[in-house]
């Protein structure tokens, strides 16, 4: 039986109506996402039409900033979303917070190609550009983080994901903290900029070795 928000009690199949209204969510999200993505390379279209002498080199050459940013935003925006589409993968309900959330993780979708533009534009003094760009991605970080607690807390989960291994909360929230990390040295190392983003690396063999540990654990 599905409460008024569309969460399932306990580990119960949803109902229509449940399943018809997290379509909803993820769909719009989705389109959200979409539409983010396709908002990037807008400006270098119209600065494509505009742009009458010179070879596709020229152009490149001119544009090269915001051909990068494009790039990045692009990037960011897919990992994002691939982390998000894992997460309601294994989902079959939702509740007011599932859905408050995932409005505050379009948001920092949708507002990160500004500060990826800002980040490519400033210059290299400019603590702000990089120091905004790290924290909108954060936020959406975080924002993902927060559903799978209370996915996982309020037991909408699928039967099976609820019955699989699940990696331990320190390797889920470490490139969060690693996030957090990079945007303190952003707006406080002089210089430093976007460069402490190489900060996330760390969690690259950190989660591979602490998988491997979990998987081993006959009590995991």
């Known amino acids: 039986m599905a409460g008024e928000e569309g969460r399932p009690t306990g580990r119960r199949r949803p109902g229509p109506t449940t399943e018809r209204g997290l379509d909803r969510v993820v769909n719009f999200s989705d389109a959200v ?14 600065l494509a039409q505009e742009h009458d002498e010179g070879s596709v080199v ?36 939702y509740s007011t917070r599932v859905v408050t959330l995932n409005f505050v ?22 603590r702000g550009a990089p120091t905004l760009y790290i924290a909108t991605m954060l936020v959406s970080m975080v924002a993902v983080r927060l559903q799978q607690v209370v996915v996982e807390r309020d037991g909408l989960l699928s039967e099976e994901a609820a019955a699989a291994p699940r990696r331990p909360w320190p390797l889920v929230w470490f490139p969060t903290g690693l ?27 950190i989660g591979w070795i602490g998988s ?3 998987r081993a654990d006959p009590g995991s």
């Open 179 to 205: 996030m957090l990390l990079a945007g303190v040295l952003a707006a406080t190392v002089p210089g430093l900029g976007a460069q402490a983003l190489y900060l996330l690396l760390l969690s690259i063999p």
């Open 212 to 214: 491997r540990r979990h």
């Open 33 to 46: 996402v979409a539409i983010a993505i396709t908002l990037i390379i807008l400006p270098l279209v119209d």
């Open 58 to 93: 020229a152009f490149f050459g001119h544009n090269w900033t915001g051909l990068a940013a494009a790039a990045l935003s692009f990037v960011v925006i897919a990992n994002f979303w691939r982390d998000h589409h894992r997460l309601f993968e294994r989902t079959v309900g």
């Open 105 to 126: 993780w379009l948001a920092g979708i949708v507002f990160l190609p500004l500060p990826t533009v800002l980040l490519f534009d400033g210059t290299g003094d400019d």
